[in-house]
């Protein structure tokens, strides 16, 4: 599996943005997406798709092992980004 490079600026909603749009995929039947989810979780197969699935794909797909921590990567990050902009402020 080739692990996707992530956004500079790593953004949560983005991410789960792409996996609603993976679950709509898979649901209706997009062969490329059931290769995605079947390549990442080999018993899948006969299931339904439920979202946690489509998180893990997605997780795995970005290196992480789960989408726990995917998760608290992008919280991480972006308090991390908000710190460093509040202290960069100037107040005239």
Not at 39 to 58: C, F, H, L, M, T
Request: glycine share 4%; charged share 35%; hydrophobic share 35%.
């Amino acid at each position: 599996m080739e692990v996707l490079s992530l956004p500079s600026r790593l953004n949560l909603k983005d991410i789960e943005e792409q996996v609603r749009r993976m679950l709509d995929q898979v649901r209706r039947g997009d062969a490329t997406a059931f290769a995605r989810w079947y390549g990442v979780d080999s018993e899948a197969r006969g299931r339904q798709p439920r979202k946690a699935d489509i998180q893990y794909v997605i997780a795995r797909e970005h290196g992480f092992k789960s989408w726990q921590s995917l998760r608290d990567c992008c919280t991480t990050t972006q308090a991390r980004e908000a710190r460093a902009f509040s202290d960069s402020r100037v107040f005239l």
